[in-house]
């Protein structure tokens, strides 16, 4: 798959973010983009910060006014950097804040970072083995069964378009309201956030050979069992990864998103919520931060994973 | 397959029903009528035909929706954990002006202004770092970066910069949707093969023209591709957005404030709204590229 107009109408998501990350980030094809991306960095790095000294300093002049003193620009450079709830704060702030999170606190602490990003990554796991192995299992009936395929993948492609994500509270809470509570609902909305994904790539993947190689199954007398382990699920791999990779970033969104109504203590969309109710800005910056880390590690370890299972299998470009 | 296959499966289904019932009669019904829908799509797939097609989907959701209708009822499930289709289609009619006053607040003012904003910002940005390949080397991997990354996290942040109302939640979708659409966009101004640069150039046609009129309706197709992905994204910034302060209406303020009262009628007609939202935004994107896009292979039919 690659970024492309001709894909057909539907499978949006799937298509882009996988078609994104089958061509790997960028500094797989050697190093010439490093220096363009390092640069990119930072230019944006820089602008952060001059974007923080103009956020920031009205409050310091506030400050500065409050007390009749007159301040010098320096000096409003200078206080903009260390305020403790800056309107933005410092790139280094929000690199304290996430040290202080990770390494600062003891990893059983309420304020360890290590800690709720625990609570975050153990329910996405869970979720994403539980709606991808469902989502693979539903695709090998889907190929199989021509009224699986007329009946399903119509609702699977249309429910793309509505933004399930806004359920999740709902479901946090009815579930939390029958007494099921903790990792479990979390689980199930990653779960259903990366089914989709995983069941569209499958079946276009279980698809992908073409019919001179069914051909030639059928002519060896294989079964359907055997056409399947043989031919239609090796080929699938590439397509069952690109989709793995999205449903992974999906199922983290899900579970973050799940973290957010209110009363959940717990992982870093909890720390996001009770950031932003006591104006805690380095706090939010900080698990935002830890949010996208998680993100890009667990894409690319199954890029590597990948890298490593096409290359076994010579599919590897 | 064989003829005797599809004997084989009625027959598991019939098992299937017998077993059910005997274990619970209520569950015997709803299997039942599980079986009965299933095996109408059968028997329509077997016959094939345009019609056919078209009606496997609506009795696949038909069916679904008898056995979450039938199923609350058998089992007399609280409305506070999961209301019955009808008692929400009647919310939903009961509540219409309302719903539809939610609607307006956060698709049109929130999600629609922001993701016009963003496509803008990405497309202008895509034209400009189109003519500084050292940029685009370096743009392109951190777009592809940001696309996987839990965005929708920065809504706290924003609603704090930007205030309660519409303001906070179209920016969140502005930043939402601008890396998907430059991403696409990038890739649609390089789809110009040489030979079409050289005819261009053999017009005697400027950077500006040559970009008007060769590289942009080249580039439609994967812009559209863009687009498409990101409605949704734009409905699910704007009412995650919600979650975090809002005035009083729109969707995402009257979801978490109905779950917090356990209505879960409403919030499902809200969802229900949210998704014929969705689906029609996503229906007139595709309806407007296939005017715009007419000649690409995937549109000619």
Redesign the interface.
């Known amino acids: 798959m690659?970024?492309?107009?001709?894909?057909?109408?539907a499978v949006?998501?799937a298509?882009?973010?996988a078609s994104?990350?089958r061509?790997g980030?960028?500094?797989g094809k050697a190093g010439?983009?490093v220096?363009?991306?390092?640069?990119?960095?930072a230019a944006?790095v820089a602008a952060w910060y001059l974007a923080a000294v103009w956020?920031n300093a009205s409050w310091v002049r506030d400050q500065a006014a409050r007390a009749g003193e007159t301040v010098t620009a320096a000096q409003v450079v200078r206080a903009t950097m260390v305020q403790e709830r800056p309107?933005l704060p410092a790139p280094h702030q929000v690199a304290a804040g996430l040290w202080d999170g990770v390494a600062g606190q003891k990893i059983t602490s309420k304020r360890s970072l290590v800690w709720h990003g625990w609570i975050t990554l153990s329910a996405t796991l869970a979720g994403f083995a539980l709606g991808s192995s469902a989502g693979i299992l539903l695709a090998v009936g889907i190929v199989h069964s021509?009224?699986m395929d007329?009946?399903?993948m119509?609702?699977a492609v249309?429910s793309?378009?509505?933004?399930i994500?806004?359920?999740a509270?709902?479901v946090i809470?009815?579930l939390a309201?029958?007494g099921v509570t903790g990792l479990l609902p979390k689980a199930l909305i990653a779960a259903w956030l990366s089914f989709f994904p995983v069941l569209v790539g499958m079946v276009k993947g279980l698809r992908a050979p073409d019919p001179m190689q069914f051909d030639l199954m059928r002519s060896w007398n294989a079964g359907g069992g055997q056409v399947l382990r043989y031919l239609r699920l090796p080929s699938s791999l590439p397509w069952l990864f690109a989709s793995l990779?999205v449903a992974i970033?999906a199922a983290?969104?899900g579970t973050?998103?799940g973290e957010?109504?209110?009363g959940a203590t717990q992982g870093?969309?909890a720390r996001?919520?009770s950031?932003?109710y006591y104006?805690q800005?380095i706090q939010?910056?900080s698990?935002?931060f830890a949010?996208?880390i998680l993100?890009?590690a667990l894409?690319w370890l199954i890029g590597a994973i990948e890298r490593v299972t096409l290359r076994r299998m010579g599919l590897a470009r | 397959m064989t003829a005797a296959a599809p004997r084989l499966g009625v027959l598991a289904l019939a098992a299937l029903v017998l077993v059910a019932a005997l274990w619970d009669a209520r569950l015997g019904l709803l299997a039942a009528l599980w079986a009965v829908g299933w095996l109408a799509n059968g028997l329509l797939a077997r016959r094939g035909g345009r019609a056919a097609q078209a009606a496997i989907p609506m009795v696949f959701g038909v069916t679904l929706l008898a056995l979450w209708e039938i199923g609350v009822r058998v089992y007399a499930v609280p409305s506070v954990i999961l209301p019955a289709p009808s008692a929400i289609g009647a919310r939903f009619a009961a509540s219409l002006p309302m719903i539809l006053s939610d609607l307006w607040q956060t698709l049109v003012k929130g999600a629609l202004t922001g993701w016009l904003i963003g496509t803008a910002l990405a497309v202008a940005t895509a034209i400009a770092i189109d003519r500084v390949p050292f940029l685009q080397r370096g743009l392109l991997p951190i777009g592809n970066f940001v696309a996987a990354l839990p965005i929708v996290g920065i809504a706290p942040i924003l609603v704090m910069w930007f205030g309660f109302d519409w303001q906070s939640k179209a920016a969140v979708v502005v930043v939402m949707v601008f890396f998907p659409i430059l991403v696409n966009m990038v890739a649609g101004l390089a789809a110009t093969d040489a030979m079409q640069r050289d005819q261009m150039a053999t017009w005697s046609a400027g950077y500006w023209e040559s970009l008007a009129k060769l590289r942009l309706p080249a580039a439609m197709p994967f812009l559209f591709n863009g687009l498409k992905i990101t409605t949704t994204l734009a409905l699910i910034g704007a009412i995650v957005a919600e979650f975090f302060g809002s005035p009083t209406r729109g969707m995402g303020f009257r979801i978490s404030t109905a779950v917090g009262q356990m209505d879960l009628a409403l919030v499902w007609a809200e969802i229900l709204m949210a998704a014929l939202a969705g689906s029609a935004l996503y229906g007139a994107v595709s309806a407007v590229e296939s005017r715009v896009t007419f000649w690409h292979p995937s549109q000619r039919t």
Do not use: F, H, Y
Request: zero cysteines; glycine letters at 6%.
């Open positions: 690659r970024v492309t107009g001709m894909s057909e109408p949006p998501t298509l882009v973010a994104v990350t061509r980030w960028g500094w010439q983009s220096l363009p991306v390092l640069t990119v960095l944006i956020m309107v021509r009224v007329l009946s399903i119509p609702w249309a793309q378009t509505v933004p994500l806004a359920i509270p709902m809470v009815v309201s029958v990779k970033a983290l969104v973050i998103v957010l109504p209110a870093l969309g996001l919520l950031g932003s104006g800005t939010i910056w698990a935002l949010a996208a993100a890009a894409v």
